[in-house]
């Protein structure tokens, strides 16, 4: 933010005039807004592809540049009349007061930053004028340029809410403009707005009534002054509708019904259906495309060697796994979606908000949780319905907790091996293990790290039910899908080529890429780790190695054990299942039932896998998620020690 | 019409469909600043929609519907419309 407030000189750029070099553009525009009235849309639609992602220069804070070129009204379409604007999209707040570092963020760059912006663009939701209008009234009681884009017009219509545009510029002191950046529509008024008010002088700031003494409550008393005369509502129909539908959403015995019905669909929509999507995907990877990779590395001359390995084993891997992961991530951003634009999702936060009170977490963290037993991977992502960044970040700790399906297979596997016929109720006491970790795990976190967080009491909008929109759906299911491969892949792909190379480095001699696992770095640095697990009795290293394996992903557990120990055919546990009980009976000085007990915990308990991992960072950062890895090792390792030491004087 | 002395009483125990006018704001100042964004002020009117599976209760302000938990409308008084 350079060149800042130098008045009508900046408007009238010259031709031979060369300063769009030295900054982004004539002027600078900030824009503001409460999250989710299409600041972003906006911003996108009016700066095209010119656009810079990323953290803000110093923080945290995630924040869009870009350039708006356009060619003010009255001046030629030559390029030298371009008008440039380098356009600042804030992250959203509902005020400038200090609650989160978004709204900090915003108030700095703002307010605070000397010289600020040229303009501020304060983006207004019309279906939700009164809580949009509190920054309003904050940006208004000093003087500066701004304009306000008002939008969700068809949106408010559609609920029976007029806005009239006129009269809200009149008694808010600024320029307003409805907008409706999807479709383009009133871009060129906007324009028009933006440049009147760069020119213009610098209006005067709303004067407050000092007879009111508490700020907020006289920035509120002013909001629903200006709300009786700028805004007409009519009960719509919308509303009657949406009414009659509560009676039955909401009622005491049929809610909590339709509730658990819809959350057995997104579960067995997020495990069922996308199951064999990824199947075909795995097994395009480690068929077709591996084989294609294995012939061209023969008709190169270099089949065999490591290049082979690195190709097939490592990246095609790597690329293969993190794309077996995109129907599930689709399907469960497509669901969100559907579930938050339906207005479902209000409705059954308000259901499970007094359950769910319990670990200090709003009703609207179940759905992650639920999703969490499916996989943990999109069940992250899910946390994206709380709005709360604490609250989001306690149940990102705890999803790992959930006992994902990846983890079931082994659990079946270790069951029938070792449990015979009680190898069901084996598997179902893992689930039990599962449920109690999450809830000690929120209840351990509440009490320590975030015991400042209050309980805050459920207060929530429910929006009239709508059908949701396609447009939209899609939109926001390929910006989150977007996000999440261009984070996760990077980090996926990295592990896997990782492992990879670990398993590739010869220590007993041997060359580099043709040896057996137990000849591997791999191997021998699974050797040396294997005695801190000797307490909870599967110290040996094919089983360690197993857990790191499980570290990249959990269903390659079984086949790495099958790779460890030489076995070709799995669909039949019984030779491989010999192999493992000697393994644990030897490692637990006989007490191979509790060794088993123990491991099956610290499988569940300790850190998920690559993929969950990489949606963790993409959502609350590396440094969570490295508290998170600490967390889950931890607990896996005490409660499995815990676990043999009690189980071995029984089993 | 008013004979009851009594004049306000807490948001829990307002019979459903009826329209009353606010008194007063939760205590909390983060829960009052979001109460008071969706339209909760002093002196503004509410009415008691319905109460739903878990307590929470949903009210009418100015249109929208919001929910509220059990416990919060238990703090929050309002009082016969004048």
Request: aromatic content about 8%.
């Given at each position: 933010?350079?060149?800042?407030?130098?008045?009508?000189?900046?408007?009238t750029?010259s031709?031979?005039?060369?300063?769009?070099?030295?900054?982004?553009?004539?002027?600078?525009?900030a824009?503001v807004?409460?999250?989710?009235?299409?600041?972003?849309?906006?911003?996108?639609?009016?700066?095209?592809?010119?656009?810079?992602?990323?953290?803000?220069?110093?923080?945290?804070?995630?924040?869009?540049?870009?350039?708006w070129?356009?060619h003010?009204?009255?001046?030629?379409k030559?390029?030298?009349?371009?008008?440039?604007?380098?356009?600042?999209?804030?992250?959203?707040?509902?005020?400038?007061?200090?609650?989160?570092?978004d709204e900090?963020f915003t108030?700095?760059?703002?307010?605070?930053?000397?010289?600020g912006?040229?303009?501020?663009?304060v983006v207004?939701?019309?279906?939700?004028?009164?809580?949009?209008?509190?920054?309003?009234s904050?940006?208004?009681?000093?003087s500066?340029?701004?304009?306000?884009?008002?939008?969700?017009?068809?949106?408010?219509?559609r609920h029976?809410?007029?806005?009239h545009?006129k009269?809200?510029?009149k008694?808010?002191?600024?320029p307003?403009v409805?907008v409706?950046p999807?479709r383009?529509?009133?871009?060129?008024?906007?324009?028009?707005?933006?440049?009147?008010a760069?020119?213009?002088?610098?209006p005067?700031?709303r004067?407050?009534?000092l007879?009111?003494?508490?700020?907020?409550?006289e920035?509120?008393?002013?909001?629903?002054e200006?709300?009786?005369?700028?805004?007409?509502?009519?009960s719509?129909?919308?509303?009657?509708?949406?009414?009659?539908?509560d009676?039955?959403?909401?009622?005491?015995f049929?809610?909590?019904?339709?509730?658990?019905?819809v959350m057995?669909?997104?579960?067995q929509?997020?495990?069922t259906?996308?199951?064999?999507?990824?199947?075909?995907?795995g097994?395009?990877?480690?068929?077709p495309?591996?084989e294609?990779?294995?012939?061209?590395?023969?008709?190169?001359?270099?089949?065999?060697?490591?290049?082979?390995?690195?190709?097939?084993?490592?990246?095609i891997?790597g690329?293969?796994?993190?794309?077996t992961f995109?129907?599930l991530?689709t399907?469960?951003?497509?669901l969100?979606?559907?579930?938050?634009d339906?207005?479902?999702l209000?409705?059954?936060?308000?259901l499970?908000?007094?359950?769910?009170?319990?670990?200090?977490?709003?009703?609207q963290?179940?759905?992650?949780l639920?999703?969490?037993?499916g996989?943990?991977?999109p069940?992250?992502?899910?946390?994206?319905?709380?709005?709360?960044p604490?609250?989001?970040?306690l149940?990102v700790?705890?999803?790992?907790?959930?006992?994902c399906?990846?983890?079931?297979?082994?659990?079946?596997?270790?069951?029938?091996?070792f449990f015979?016929?009680w190898?069901?109720?084996?598997?179902f006491?893992?689930?039990?293990?599962?449920?109690l970790?999450?809830?000690?795990?929120?209840?351990?976190?509440?009490?320590?790290?975030w015991?400042?967080?209050?309980?805050?009491p459920?207060?929530?909008?429910?929006?009239?039910?709508?059908?949701?929109?396609?447009?939209?759906?899609w939109?926001?299911?390929?910006?989150r899908?977007?996000?999440?491969?261009?984070t996760?892949?990077?980090?996926?792909?990295?592990?896997?080529?990782?492992?990879?190379?670990?398993?590739?480095?010869p220590?007993?001699?041997?060359t580099?890429g043709?040896?057996?696992?137990a000849?591997?770095?791999?191997?021998?640095?699974?050797?040396?780790v294997a005695?801190i697990f000797?307490?909870?009795?599967?110290?040996s290293?094919?089983?360690?190695?197993?857990?790191?394996?499980?570290?990249?992903?959990?269903?390659a557990?079984?086949?790495?054990?099958?790779?460890?120990?030489?076995?070709?055919?799995?669909?039949?546990f019984?030779?491989?299942?010999?192999?493992?009980q000697?393994?644990?009976?030897?490692?637990s000085?006989?007490?191979?039932?509790?060794?088993?007990?123990?491991?099956?915990?610290?499988?569940?308990?300790?850190?998920?896998?690559?993929?969950?991992l990489?949606?963790?960072?993409?959502?609350?950062?590396?440094?969570?998620?490295?508290?998170?890895?600490?967390?889950?090792?931890?607990?896996?390792?005490v409660?499995?020690?815990v676990?043999?030491q009690?189980?071995?004087?029984?089993? | 019409m008013?004979?009851?002395p009594i004049?306000g009483?807490?948001?829990?125990?307002a019979p459903?469909?009826?329209t009353?006018?606010?008194?007063?704001?939760?205590?909390?100042?983060v829960v009052?600043?979001r109460m008071m964004?969706?339209?909760?002020r002093p002196g503004?009117?509410?009415?008691?929609?319905?109460?739903?599976?878990?307590?929470a209760?949903i009210?009418?302000?100015?249109?929208?519907?919001?929910?509220?938990?059990?416990?919060?409308a238990?703090t929050?008084?309002?009082?016969?419309?004048?």
């Amino acid at each position: 933010m350079s060149k800042q407030n130098q008045g009508a000189q900046i408007l009238t750029p010259s031709c031979h005039q060369t300063y769009d070099n030295v900054v982004d553009g004539d002027a600078v525009i900030a824009i503001v807004g409460a999250p989710n009235v299409g600041k972003s849309t906006l911003f996108n639609e009016l700066t095209g592809s010119r656009v810079t992602m990323g953290n803000w220069p110093g923080t945290t804070v995630e924040v869009a540049r870009g350039l708006w070129r356009h060619h003010p009204r009255g001046t030629s379409k030559k390029e030298c009349d371009q008008f440039k604007v380098a356009m600042v999209d804030l992250p959203g707040a509902y005020s400038l007061s200090s609650a989160s570092p978004d709204e900090e963020f915003t108030r700095t760059m703002v307010v605070e930053e000397i010289p600020g912006p040229d303009l501020t663009l304060v983006v207004v939701d019309a279906a939700h004028l009164a809580r949009s209008l509190y920054l309003v009234s904050e940006l208004r009681e000093e003087s500066r340029r701004m304009v306000v884009a008002v939008t969700m017009v068809d949106v408010a219509e559609r609920h029976g809410i007029q806005v009239h545009t006129k009269t809200l510029s009149k008694v808010l002191g600024v320029p307003v403009v409805k907008v409706d950046p999807r479709r383009r529509k009133g871009f060129d008024e906007l324009t028009e707005a933006i440049h009147e008010a760069l020119e213009a002088p610098m209006p005067e700031p709303r004067i407050r009534m000092l007879a009111i003494e508490e700020e907020e409550d006289e920035r509120f008393g002013w909001i629903a002054e200006i709300l009786d005369c700028s805004m007409t509502e009519t009960s719509s129909d919308i509303q009657r509708f949406s009414d009659k539908v509560d009676r039955f959403i909401l009622a005491p015995f049929l809610g909590p019904l339709i509730f658990l019905g819809v959350m057995w669909l997104v579960f067995q929509l997020t495990t069922t259906v996308a199951a064999p999507l990824q199947d075909f995907l795995g097994d395009l990877f480690a068929g077709p495309v591996s084989e294609g990779a294995i012939w061209l590395t023969e008709l190169v001359g270099l089949g065999g060697t490591w290049v082979e390995g690195f190709l097939v084993n490592g990246l095609i891997s790597g690329v293969g796994m993190l794309l077996t992961f995109a129907p599930l991530m689709t399907l469960m951003f497509i669901l969100l979606a559907l579930l938050e634009d339906s207005g479902y999702l209000a409705r059954a936060a308000v259901l499970t908000d007094r359950m769910m009170g319990v670990l200090g977490l709003p009703g609207q963290a179940f759905l992650p949780l639920v999703v969490g037993f499916g996989c943990n991977v999109p069940a992250i992502a899910a946390t994206r319905v709380l709005s709360s960044p604490r609250q989001r970040l306690l149940t990102v700790m705890l999803i790992p907790f959930t006992a994902c399906t990846a983890r079931l297979t082994v659990f079946v596997m270790l069951g029938t091996v070792f449990f015979g016929k009680w190898a069901g109720t084996a598997v179902f006491a893992m689930y039990l293990v599962s449920i109690l970790l999450v809830v000690i795990g929120g209840l351990a976190l509440r009490g320590t790290l975030w015991r400042a967080m209050a309980s805050e009491p459920l207060v929530i909008d429910l929006p009239p039910y709508q059908v949701p929109t396609l447009r939209l759906t899609w939109s926001m299911t390929w910006v989150r899908l977007r996000g999440f491969l261009e984070t996760a892949g990077g980090i996926i792909v990295v592990a896997v080529i990782l492992v990879w190379l670990f398993q590739a480095i010869p220590v007993n001699g041997g060359t580099f890429g043709q040896i057996e696992v137990a000849d591997s770095l791999y191997a021998w640095l699974a050797m040396g780790v294997a005695p801190i697990f000797a307490p909870a009795g599967f110290g040996s290293w094919e089983t360690v190695s197993a857990l790191v394996v499980g570290f990249v992903a959990k269903e390659a557990v079984i086949s790495s054990w099958g790779q460890t120990y030489g076995i070709a055919n799995l669909e039949d546990f019984t030779s491989l299942g010999d192999h493992i009980q000697t393994a644990f009976y030897i490692s637990s000085g006989g007490h191979t039932l509790a060794a088993v007990v123990a491991f099956m915990i610290y499988f569940l308990a300790y850190t998920p896998c690559v993929a969950t991992l990489a949606a963790q960072v993409r959502e609350v950062g590396w440094k969570w998620t490295g508290f998170g890895i600490i967390l889950q090792i931890g607990t896996a390792t005490v409660a499995s020690i815990v676990a043999f030491q009690i189980l071995r004087l029984v089993l | 019409m008013t004979t009851s002395p009594i004049t306000g009483f807490s948001l829990a125990k307002a019979p459903l469909n009826s329209t009353f006018t606010i008194i007063n704001v939760p205590t909390d100042p983060v829960v009052a600043h979001r109460m008071m964004t969706l339209g909760w002020r002093p002196g503004a009117q509410v009415r008691v929609m319905k109460k739903a599976s878990g307590g929470a209760k949903i009210i009418d302000l100015n249109g929208s519907r919001v929910a509220v938990s059990g416990a919060l409308a238990r703090t929050l008084c309002v009082e016969a419309v004048a």
